[in-house]
């Protein structure tokens, strides 16, 4: 979640781009948001598709359920099922972005159209985190009670931190408290 976050303040429509190209763009720390949103995407893509690997050797959501249907959380394993299938053929096509150009760089692959061919919207990924998230809470749920600290579920604390270092350097520029070389 925080990958996407980050990456999706800072290149996602009606964000960051818009409002702070030109801090982002300061020679002095263009290079480090060029690498960050590289960074983060590639990620993003790196983790999501690690979280739904599927082999018995991966610590995917695969055997996270069957620990939980061992653990005597049927239901919720059930509602795992249930509210993450309609998510399958993103996942897949995930993993195959994964597979293809993030994590191998595929000869002959075209960018591109390896994105149009299977549809990628982030809007849909921050779905999937966003659902993801809830579930694993319910989980932390059954497992600490509710009483217990949560350590995971949704929150849009990264996009806030994003936000508030670019509102720190954008302030720190227009005050030249951050000098001109």
């Not at 996407?4 to 002095?28: C, P, S, T, V």
């Not at 299977?118 to 009670?145: F, V, W, Y």
């Not at 009483?147 to 509102?167: C, H, K």
Request: aromatic content about 8%; overall charge negative; hydrophobic content about 35%.
């Amino acid at each position: 979640m925080g990958h996407y976050q980050i990456w999706f303040a800072l290149r996602g429509e009606g964000k960051a781009w818009e409002k702070h190209l030109d801090d982002m763009n300061d020679h002095r720390v263009v290079d480090f948001f060029r690498g960050t949103i590289i960074a983060h995407y590639r990620m993003m893509f790196i983790e999501i598709a690690c979280s739904f690997d599927s082999g018995s050797t991966t610590h995917g959501m695969r055997q996270l359920k069957s620990k939980m249907r061992e653990a005597g959380l049927d239901d919720l394993a059930d509602k795992f099922d249930a509210e993450l299938e309609p998510f399958s053929t993103l996942v897949s096509h995930i993993k195959t972005v994964r597979s293809r150009i993030i994590a191998h760089r595929d000869i002959g692959v075209d960018d591109k159209d390896l994105y149009k061919k299977h549809g990628i919207k982030p809007d849909d990924i921050g779905r999937l985190l966003e659902t993801t998230s809830l579930l694993m809470r319910e989980l932390e749920e059954a497992i600490e009670g509710k009483a217990g600290s949560y350590t995971v579920g949704p929150t849009d604390r990264w996009e806030r931190a994003t936000f508030g270092t670019l509102e720190l350097l954008h302030a720190g520029r227009s005050s030249g408290q951050l000098g001109s070389e």
